[in-house]
Nanobody
Framework: QVQLVESGGGLVQDGGSLRLSCAASGRTFSTVTMGWFRQAPGKEREFVAGVYGDAGSTYYADFVKGRFTFSRDNIKNCVYLQMNSLQPEDPAVYFC???????????????????WGQGTQVTVSS
């Protein structure tokens, strides 16, 4: 059974940092498209960052503006989102998502992902 489990969320001060982790199990995800999305109360889920298959091409939302870094550890079957300079606009539940092997798509396309984690809450205090 495929499972994605996020961790690392929490409360941080304006300008602080958090590192989110997503541990994948049930299959190897080293060659699939992976992404991070977020959803704030009353808002649509939006793309944050992602990697296109095993090509290594990483994509970011414009609002990231160099503050967030997506990384991947294929040995541990994990992906990470390092978030620096967190702002009052960043609080949301952050979700990890994974595609399936041999199905390559734009990481921004939430509808194409096959698996989702349960999310981890990020809160920023001003």
């Amino acid at each position: 059974q495929v499972q994605l489990v996020e961790s690392g969320g929490g409360l941080v001060q304006d300008g602080g940092s958090l590192r989110l982790s997503c541990a994948a199990s049930g299959r190897t995800f080293s060659t699939v498209t992976m992404g991070w999305f977020r959803q704030a109360p009353g808002k649509e889920r939006e793309f944050v960052a992602g990697v296109y298959g095993d090509a290594g091409s990483t994509y970011y939302a414009d609002f990231v503006k160099g503050r967030f870094t997506f990384s991947r550890d294929n040995i541990k079957n994990c992906v990470y989102l390092q978030m620096n300079s967190l702002q009052p606009e960043d609080p949301a539940v952050y979700f990890c998502a994974a595609g399936t092997p041999a199905r390559y798509f734009n990481p921004r396309d939430a509808a194409k992902y096959a698996y989702w984690g349960q999310g981890t809450q990020v809160t920023v205090s001003s």
